[in-house]
């Protein structure tokens, strides 16, 4: 096995999201990345969870026409009644029922691309980019669930001076975050919990890679922004609090935390998935303030800010 990651010029991205606000410095476009090494509780992308691509079907959008029945090459969907049936075991995800659906009832969540491809469309927006300071933020799933393609994008936009920032879970190899650093102007990191037990309950995985991984990231000298999801249940109790501000105020390198707040904006794409969705309540708002507050009490000089939601 190689130490580091092989470059590769292709890759599976399930969204592309132009102008954001929320991701990085000014107007950016966001990639996202199919694939994620964690389960997280309140996860409101689940079609970015699986490598490969999915069939989603919105149930409140189909006619019950039956032609992607009659489209899909594997038999994997019928029709019992006028009710449409999939066999999610068959189904390829090859998208021929998505094309012949005309109601958006079916669509293919992901798709193979390429770096020309992905670049292209962010080179749409350089002119944003320029005026406001903005550039490409890499997101997910987790991005360094593909470090070649990851690895390769990065160099392009570095090529044409673009603001590059990458969003992470920190749940990756440290040889390839090493080498992405070293393309990466901004890494948006995530802390879901600081108790390592606890962290493995609501993901699926300890933190001690994460904060480890993180603490590497800081002895580089990256640009690192901390952000926490505020999750009601799951880590909003005062001790997490504590916990949190505690460790950012024992690394000065992090200048900034943005506390997340999550919401069930995701829930309708579970269903569409054959998933069972997250049980979520949306945190106060003057808790998150408070909360901010918190941090910045333990932590004084950082930034903490309450920004856009999770997902």
Known sequence: MTDVAEP??????FDVQRFSLHDGPGIRTVVFLKGCPLRCA???????QQPRPQIAWFESRCAGCGRCAGACPQGAISMDGGRVRTDRGACTACGDCAAV?????????????????????????????????GGITFSGGEPLSQPGFLL?????????????????????????????????????YDLKHMDPRRHKTLTGAGNELILRNLEELLALGAEVTVRVPAVPGANDDRESL??????V???????????????????????????????????DPEWLVSAAAAVVRRAPGVACHVTQGLG
């Not at 990065?154 to 975050?177: M, N």
């Open 101 to 133: 659906c005309s109601r958006g009832a079916r669509r293919r969540m992901g798709r193979e691309t390429t770096v020309d491809e992905v670049t292209a469309e962010v080179r749409r927006d350089a002119p944003f980019f320029r005026r406001s300071g």
């Open 42 to 48: 309140w996860c409101a992308n689940p079609e970015s």
């Open 152 to 188: 390769e994008s990065l160099r392009v936009c570095r090529r044409w001076g673009y603001h590059t920032a990458v969003e992470t879970c920190g749940q990756a190899r440290w040889k390839d975050l090493r080498e992405v650093a070293e393309l990466t102007d901004l890494f948006l």
């Open 242 to 247: 504590a916990a949190f501000g505690t460790f």
């Open 8 to 13: 590769s010029r292709s890759g599976r991205v």
């Open 249 to 283: 105020a024992s690394h000065p390198a992090i200048r900034r935390v943005e506390l997340l707040p999550c919401h069930a904006l995701g829930a309708h794409k579970y269903a569409a998935l054959d998933l069972a969705p997250p049980s979520l309540e949306r945190p």
